[in-house]
């Protein structure tokens, strides 16, 4: 009388191994899903199974259980094969009633080999053995490179008016304004908020012995992290500062000023680097390598000056405090091409005129702005309106209100992308955190 054998998996392929049996005397029967294979143990009552694991509709594990509970299966042989040489599923097999668990894939002799144990009545499962991976060692073990990209700009700061400490702000960070941006070797920095203080440090490690400061303007969010700036104290280091001539004080004298010994201990005729003062004015460009940078106006209490720069590749503009249609409440679609509204504002509108990217803030929802018209800062919706009009890639939007909590922007981004869409803007916006870094 033959042996009959049921194999019970996705695949046929163990029928054609057990039929290419030097002599096969088993006639075979096959299901290929759990429910095949509950039918077949009624009509077909193997002698011996085969099951995968992961058999469509019933896993290999019950299959096991159901022919240990079948009156005319319970002393037949169980062998399972699977893909998965897990200790777990060879407890669950063996403990189940499986006599034999075998990883796969395997050679067609060991399966034929395993058929002729059972029926020899020699068939027992071996220990479960931890099969030995592919090699970890060496060039067969595949670790990814974390690079960072030679050409990027990052934000070290992004906070406006006041650094910001707390739980509630780990998310976007509480650092005032700083931006660092490289183009190969070529390195400038924008704006000396506290977010200057963990780049110093990170230059220094660097070795980096020659920066190029530029500030919009000398308010105290822009400039506070200054003293603290890590290369100042090193005499090999030179640094140049670009800032617009104030209308009160010379940048050199307000420094001098900042530096006495009633605000810090440290005089800036007692830092070691060399300083240079360079006085920026509207519509002046400065090259730093192949970075240019452009100045122009903001509309920002005191003199103040934005950048747009272009590194070969990109351009984006940078605009941390900038009020826009100043005193406006309305609806963003009410401001056409030709309203009066935008004239203090055009000359800006052409410099920023499609820059890949335009990082411009928008710190006060339109409930805040009610009170804080000509603080110097806009709106969101009239922010949406100078970027409706510039037509960048993308919007960054920094210089958060220091109220502002990690819930709070996270909010905050949601109104400004359905303001946009009111808008008609396709421009993608995100929000700009404390360690932010964007290839250019
Ligand atoms: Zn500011
Ligand atoms: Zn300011």
């Known amino acids: 009388m033959k042996k009959r054998v049921l194999i019970v998996d996705k695949s046929d392929e163990f029928v054609r191994v057990l039929q290419e049996a030097e002599k096969c005397d088993y006639e075979i029967a096959y299901a290929k899903n759990g429910e095949e294979a509950l039918a077949k143990l009624t009509s077909f009552h193997p002698n011996l199974v085969i099951t995968g694991l992961m058999v469509p509709g019933m896993d290999g594990i019950e299959i096991v259980r159901r022919v240990r509970a079948h009156p005319q299966t319970a002393k037949s042989g169980i062998i399972l094969v699977s893909y998965q040489p897990l200790i777990q599923v060879y407890h669950a097999a063996i403990e189940q009633g499986a006599n034999y668990f ?17 029926f020899d009545g020699v068939l027992k499962p071996d220990p479960f053995h931890h099969p ?9 073990c595949y670790v990814p490179r974390i690079h960072t990209p030679d050409h990027y700009i990052r934000f070290w700061g992004t906070r406006g008016s006041s650094p910001v400490a707390g739980s509630e702000y780990v998310r976007y960070g509480g650092n005032s304004p700083c931006l660092e941006v490289r183009s190969g070797d070529d390195l400038i920095i924008i704006d000396a908020g506290t977010g200057i203080r963990p780049l110093g440090e990170q230059l220094a490690r660097q070795g980096i012995r020659h920066v190029h400061l530029f500030l919009g303007h000398t308010h105290w969010d822009h400039i506070i992290g200054f003293p603290f700036f890590a290369p100042l104290y090193n005499e090999n280091c030179k640094i140049d500062i670009w800032a617009p001539v104030g209308y009160e004080k010379s940048v050199r004298e307000l420094f001098v000023e900042m530096l006495t010994y009633t605000y810090f201990p440290v005089r800036l005729e007692d830092i ?39 590194t070969g590749k990109t351009t984006f503009g940078y605009v941390t405090d900038n009020e826009v ?38 710190q006060y929802d339109s409930f805040e702005y009610l009170d804080k018209v000509g603080w110097g800062h806009s709106s969101i919706s009239n922010a949406a309106v100078l ?5 960048p890639k993308e919007w960054i939007v920094t210089h958060h209100d220091p109220r502002h909590t990690d819930k709070d922007l996270h909010e905050k981004r949601e109104v400004h992308s359905d303001v946009l869409a009111d808008c008609k803007v396709s421009c993608y916006v995100r929000m700009a955190f404390d360690g932010f870094m964007l290839p250019i």
């Open 325 to 362: 249609l100043l005193g406006f409440h309305g609806h963003p679609n009410a401001v056409e091409p030709d309203d009066p509204r935008l004239d203090p504002h055009r000359s800006l509108i052409q410099f920023l005129q499609n820059v890949d990217i335009l990082v411009h803030e928008a």
């Open 102 to 118: 075998q990883e796969r894939p395997c050679p067609d002799e060991k399966i034929r080999d395993l058929a002729q144990r059972w």
């Open 272 to 310: 070691r680097a060399k300083i240079t003062f360079h006085e920026l004015r509207d519509s002046q460009t400065v090259e730093i390598g192949r970075l240019r940078i452009h100045a122009h106006y903001a509309f920002h209490p005191g003199s103040t000056l934005c950048f747009k720069v272009e």
């Open 132 to 140: 030995s991976y592919a090699d970890l060692e060496g060039e067969h």
């Open 387 to 391: 970027v409706k009009y510039c037509e």
